[in-house]
């Protein structure tokens, strides 16, 4: 069921908060063993809090669109009294005494809290195999990785334990496991939702956002979360949309299926009246590099403190920690600067174009400890290849949804990657719900 | 004489504006031998300049405050055809092939280039005793150092070679050398005058701005050279104006001259009908300490591909770019990130006051090669010193102007330094003359 399906169920009285949020409990009691999405449900308070809001609905008091809606956030996020591990051993014990801005936010808006999704440990890797609160598995093949590291709350929503959950995205952690579980996630503007009360992880790449069933639900669940006020209104219709379509990068190291799904999707948009232009992109290879370099000297500035306590902390985290000690300076300000030079050249692509279209990840799913995977021959390492195509964004600041756009002869799903100028989503939601409709 | 009695005296035909340049180039020729200001002299450009402005002036075309006006540039500021060294081996054969952003703004309004100062090497440093192009020395006393990195723009005004000059200033190397020969400097906000063209030093830390006789001179120069359109409207009177006297930290470790000196231009603002008001300022080591590390890390960021040719680089820029290059990326993260905290404890700081008032230097200007000087009973190094109460304005990017605030018996200038909030440059100029005034 989708926001969208659940808010007309609950006005036209056919189903109540409490009924809809009992229901998202039964399938979290059901499936959370076996898929370790969750780490926190906080069943009663969430029974609680929808006959609270069922009672408000009686006596004609609507939030709006997310009134009564089950959702869950990631456990980096601070819930007042309800712990926040940040899925880390470090801070097991974390109840924080206030709510993240963006829990705020959304509890103005009406939702009902499940609980805390699951997560890569420290958001600080993609496959969410953690090694403090288990492996999270990917519903469609439980022998696969969900992605992250955001994992859980994509498990959640594709699982139907949520109708949503909040996500962050440094270098792809919304978007990969949206990808990998065929489910909808956005990575918004920089800046857009705000990270008061997030635990940080590289302060000038985090991002906040939703994960949800569809890009309408994406998009009302954005609504409520996002703070800033710059946001362009959306594109009358798709006939507008000027489509990039990459020439270069998007379409080497990526698997058959995939390429094949996206350039259909790309099709479609055409079809549906949008512009396809063909675009060569700058030097993504030289971006993630920046980015990367970026992110490993933030994030160990912020846990070169926690190093004390290193058996602590996992074996992938601990290793990228370490590494991020021993970037100089100089490394990380000519990043810094490369970083510039590239979101200038980016925002000249932008003047020809509204939106770029590329997978969102190269390959589907990887199985659960998969290293390496091959493609057109050749042997490629899964973690980077899984990274390649998001991680570029998260250094200049672009809006980025990623979307189902088929499915693998497997059943995995395939995502596809639409990025747009600063503050325009509303364009990236209007060409996303026309595909979805297509 | 000032700009603005030149510009009187051209409008009334006492004096042309070749006569005025020819008088200017007349006190280079006769002082630069000992005190070395320049490095460049385009004298012959310079008349050519000035007729041809004599001709517009003649036909009624007036560019305006700087209409045939003799200035001078700081040697790493791009001029078009005229050799712009940096102060620097590395540039000593440079010939720019375009000017920089700010030399186009200056010459649109009517000045003559006489030429080009001289600055500590790369303007990295605050001696201005240049291996490469020579000991630049105080008017007042050519045993003395001038101050830098801008020293020979400070030179130049001192000693009447110019009516006004360019200066850069990343860690105080405008208001240093002004404090150190008397005259005025003022380091504008972050972002007001374009560096486009300018040798940068630490991109984070870099503002342009000039040098000139008086705080009038300084405004109508800035005024010229600003390309931003944000500033504030100057306060109608200085009785409006709340200045803020530090109770810690910028009256200890001061030579009791410029105490004193200090506190007089307190009590004398005060006089003229502004409000004092006793502040604690918040941790300006902690301040001063994250300034050097970012300044540390951009500069070797720049330079390290010279490194290679390090015999042609002064052995105290060479240190501080070996320095640099063992800064971690950690450090220089947690110095960006304390930037930022401590920006947020000025701006609250400024929301009591309109201006803070200070000394520009703890001393005045050191001998040539002194590197040591006692302060009650302590013995301290003067570099330190020199930019103590300077560098920190440079992180927060808050305009900081300098201007004379008496002298020692000895006759040597001392520097009060008076800081505002982003854009609010006009309010230190109207204290600043009602201070010259008064």
């Given at each position: ?163 949503m959950a909040t996500g962050t995205d440094t270098g792809g952690s919304i978007r990969i496991p949206a990808s990998y579980c065929g ?86 948009a055409e079809g549906l009246g949008a512009r396809l232009i063909p675009v060569r992109v700058p030097d993504i290879d030289a971006l ?146 026309a595909l979805e409709g297509g």
């Open positions: 069921m989708t926001i969208l399906d659940a808010g007309k169920a609950l006005r036209s009285r056919q189903i109540s908060c409490l009924e809809l949020t009992t229901r998202c409990l039964d399938h979290i009691a059901k499936l959370n063993p076996r898929l370790n999405a969750f780490i926190t449900v906080t069943a009663e308070t969430a029974r609680g809090r929808a006959e609270e809001l069922d009672r408000e609905l009686a006596r004609g008091r609507d939030r709006g669109p997310l009134h009564g809606i089950p959702i869950a956030h990631k456990d980096l996020i601070a819930t007042k009294g309800v712990r926040t591990t940040s899925g880390s051993k470090l801070f097991e014990t974390n109840v924080p005494d206030h709510d993240a801005q963006v829990v705020q936010r959304l509890n103005d808006s009406g939702v009902v809290m499940l609980g805390k999704t699951g997560l890569h440990e420290l958001a600080y890797g993609i496959t969410s195999d953690n090694p403090h609160f288990g492996t999270i598995r990917n519903p469609r093949n439980p022998a696969h990785i969900p992605g992250g590291s955001s994992g859980g709350s994509a498990v959640a929503v594709a699982a139907d334990m949520a109708l489910v909808v996630g956005i990575k918004p503007t920089y800046g857009l939702v705000s990270v008061s009360g997030v635990q940080p992880l590289g302060f000038s790449l985090d991002h906040i956002g939703p994960l949800a069933a569809t890009v309408s639900d994406a998009r009302v669940s954005l609504d409520a979360m996002a703070s800033g006020s710059k946001r362009q209104a959306a594109p009358a219709s798709v006939r507008e949309i000027r489509v990039g379509v990459p020439q270069n990068y998007y379409f080497t190291q990526v698997a058959s299926d995939v390429r094949e799904a996206v350039q259909a999707a790309a099709k479609r993630n590099a920046a980015s990367l370099v970026i992110l490993l000297s933030e994030a160990a500035a912020l846990y070169e403190p926690y190093l004390d306590r290193q058996s602590e902390i996992g074996i992938d985290v601990r290793a990228l920690l370490y590494q991020g000690r021993l970037v100089p300076a100089t490394d990380y300000v000519n990043a810094q600067r490369l970083r510039k030079v590239l979101a200038q050249e980016f925002r000249s692509l932008f003047r020809t174009i509204d939106c770029l279209l590329t997978p969102a990840t190269p390959i589907t799913a990887p199985r659960i400890g998969q290293r390496e995977v091959e493609i057109d021959g050749e042997t490629l390492d899964t973690r980077l290849l899984t990274t390649r195509f998001a991680r570029g964004f998260n250094a200049l600041g672009f809006p980025a949804l990623s979307m189902p756009c088929g499915e693998t002869p497997e059943g995995m799903p395939i995502g596809l990657q639409m990025v747009a100028r600063p503050f325009e989503e509303s364009l990236l939601f209007t060409l996303g719900e």
